[in-house]
């Protein structure tokens, strides 16, 4: 096996795949698992910030429960915020890899102070899975935007781990986001979180979840952004995620500039210990193309590099695709 070792978020890894965020990640079995299989890193399943908000409630009315349905519902996000501390001392205690735990947030208010809690559990960095959905025509996009610098300013007050933000590719200027979440200090972003969608069941006349899980066709809408972001100068880790089925897809997001790649639906496919598989497939490439390590090759075909930047500004298809009118 050729050396994979990258760094991400100041920490050395030994491989640039990690196991992303889900339910593959939320037991200390799997993450034990996916260390055998050559995981570089793990992010834990998100811990909702309404959880957290719940729990801060529990604890500051000490006790003094509402009502029995109330007291049992609180019971239970407290209860699993709880046991989201003990899954990062345990994954701490029992890993060589680094832990990232995750928090799935909607706002900038009360769940904060939390992550400092996460932090003290022996988290290596923090992702913050965040998405605040604009439901109100009325707010500008530069408002609907404030909030996530509004978060960051926040959270980097906070804690002293390195932060990645989880973001989704729906902004009017992606760059100008990483611009300022690096001005805020972020370590790294994550490109890009793929959202629940819904999509309408015509036989029973409602709404239903679209596919769960991607497919490699959906690269065509991280590779562009990555390989921009990569060729700014910003020291800021680029970690992709949506559609990485093969060690080729695994190439081609450390060519367009990735420090590490994630990989979430084709290990809830394969098992997670097809990322033995990944890694011997990257592996294989660069002996083909001889190189012996990964920043011999890593943003080789970004915005910068490239020998044709033009191909990443091109949006339209007139001339590429005009044979196929
Ligand atoms: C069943 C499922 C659960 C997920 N849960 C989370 C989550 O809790 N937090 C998060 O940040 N992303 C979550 N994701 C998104 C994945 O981490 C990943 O970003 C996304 O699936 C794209 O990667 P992929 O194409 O390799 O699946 C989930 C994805 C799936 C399929």
New binding site residues.
């Given amino acids: 096996m050729e050396n994979l070792t990258t760094n991400y978020l100041g920490l050395s890894l030994k491989s640039p795949l990690i196991l992303?965020?889900?339910?593959?990640?939320s037991s200390i079995g799997n993450l034990i698992e996916a260390e055998a299989s050559g995981a570089g890193a793990v992010?834990l399943?998100?811990l909702?910030e309404e959880q957290i908000n719940h729990h801060i409630y529990k604890l500051s009315t000490r006790g003094d429960f509402p009502e029995a349905n109330d007291y049992i519902s609180y019971y239970t996000r407290s209860h699993s915020v709880d046991e989201y501390l003990k899954l990062i001392r345990n994954a701490k205690k029992t890993l060589g890899i680094p832990v990232i735990p995750?928090i799935?947030c909607v706002s900038s208010r009360g769940w904060i102070d939390f992550a400092k809690i996460i932090a003290d559990a022996g988290a290596d960095a923090i992702?913050i899975?965040v998405f605040f959905m604009p439901l109100d025509r009325k707010t500008t996009s530069a408002d609907a935007e404030k909030i996530y610098f509004e978060l960051i300013e926040k959270l980097k007050a906070a804690v002293s781990i390195p932060i990645a933000m989880?973001i989704g590719n729906r902004f009017s200027n992606i760059l100008y986001m990483i611009d300022q979440f690096y001005m805020r200090g972020v370590e790294g972003v994550?490109m890009?979180?793929?959202?629940y969608e819904p999509d309408i069941d015509i036989n029973h006349m409602e709404i239903v979840p679209a596919a769960?899980?991607?497919?490699p066709e959906?690269r065509r809408y991280v590779l562009r952004w990555i390989a921009m972001t990569s060729a700014q100068k910003l020291k800021i880790d680029i970690s992709a995620?949506?559609?990485?089925?093969s060690g080729e897809d695994v190439v081609r997001y450390l060519l367009a500039g990735a420090r590490t790649v994630?990989?979430?639906?084709?290990?809830?496919q394969k098992g997670i210990t097809f990322m033995n598989n990944l890694n011997q497939q990257v592996s294989d490439w660069m002996i083909n193309k001889n190189f012996a390590n990964i920043d011999e090759f890593r943003g080789k075909l970004n915005w910068l590099n490239y020998e044709n930047p033009a191909a990443f500004e091109r949006t339209q298809f007139m001339k590429y695709f005009s044979s196929v009118d």
């Fill in positions: 992303s965020s889900s339910r593959l990640t992010v399943k998100s909702f995750s799935n992702e899975n989880k994550v890009f979180n793929r959202f769960v899980f991607s497919s959906e995620s949506t559609g990485v089925q994630q990989v979430c639906s084709a290990l809830y």
